[in-house]
């Protein structure tokens, strides 16, 4: 089993920054991607940003230029520093972390974090 545990969130001003942090545990072969995904009330939840193994990135249009995904492979990490926040960027954010896991090496698996509350006030 994979678990992901969240952490960083909080309440910010608008122009404020937090840093997301989520670190993976378990039975790990290889981690192929890391990402943070978000949900607000009443919206779908969407791909904010995501990291391959490789250091590939990618990033929703909203948050280019303001956040910064990176990733600690040898720790099984990932961040996200958001910084310029605006109030709608008020979500649970999700880590999320695609797996292959020892005895299933050949395959690949998506666990989800248990969510981090980002507010952003006006």
């Known amino acids: 089993q994979v678990r992901l545990v969240e952490s960083g969130g909080g309440l910010v001003h608008t122009g404020g920054s937090l840093r997301l942090s989520c670190a993976a545990s378990?039975?790990?072969?290889?981690?192929?991607?890391m990402g943070w995904y978000r949900q607000a009330p009443g919206k779908q939840r969407e791909l904010v940003a995501d990291?391959?193994?490789?250091?590939?990135?990618y990033y929703t249009d909203s948050v280019k230029g303001r956040f910064t995904i990176t990733r600690d492979n040898a720790n099984n990490r990932v961040y996200l520093q958001m910084n310029s926040l605006k109030p709608e960027d008020t979500a649970v954010y999700y880590c999320?972390?695609?797996?292959?896991?020892?005895?299933?090496?050949?395959?690949?698996?998506?666990?989800w974090g248990q969510g981090t509350q980002v507010t952003v006030s006006s």
């Open positions: 999320n972390s695609r797996v292959s896991p020892y005895d299933l090496r050949d395959n690949e698996y998506a666990y």
């Open positions: 378990g039975s790990i072969f290889r981690i192929n991607a």
């Open positions: 990291i391959t193994s490789d250091g590939s990135t």
